[in-house]
């Protein structure tokens, strides 16, 4: 079956960078979205950057658009998410998610993707 494993994540001062990757086995990858969510305590978990392996288009949220990168390596096993210029609002736990689809839509809300990794936790303090 499909697994998603994050890694990366870590404690940081607010302006540093950090870089999550997610790797997954157990599936056709070419034919996903992957994305990064995140959950914050007490929030819902909330979109913040996607890549469609079909279109190869990335696409992000308002919060994070000019300081995170989604990639992958060529592969389309492994994505990354480069987090720069990180604020203490960025704190939260990340999620990555994969959706196997054939559509170019770029799928944005949780209940849409199928399969999900444990989670890495991003600490960001001021």
């Known amino acids: 079956q499909v697994q998603l494993v994050e890694s990366g994540g870590g404690s940081v001062q607010a302006g540093d960078s950090l870089r999550l990757s997610c790797t997954a086995s157990?599936?056709?990858?070419?034919?996903?979205?992957m994305g990064w969510f995140r959950q914050a305590p007490g929030k819902e978990r909330e979109f913040a950057a996607g890549i469609n392996w079909r279109t190869d288009m990335t696409y992000y949220s308002e919060s994070v658009r000019g300081r995170f990168t989604i990639s992958g390596d060529g592969t389309k096993n492994t994505v990354h998410l480069q987090m720069n210029s990180l604020k203490p609002e960025d704190t939260a736990i990340y999620y990555c998610?994969?959706?196997?689809?054939?559509?170019?839509?770029?799928?944005?809300?949780?209940?849409?993707?199928?399969?999900w990794g444990q989670g890495t936790q991003v600490t960001v303090s001021s």
């Open positions: 157990g599936g056709t990858f070419s034919r996903y979205i």
């Open positions: 998610a994969g959706k196997s689809t054939y559509s170019p839509y770029n799928y944005r809300h949780a209940s849409d993707f199928d399969y």
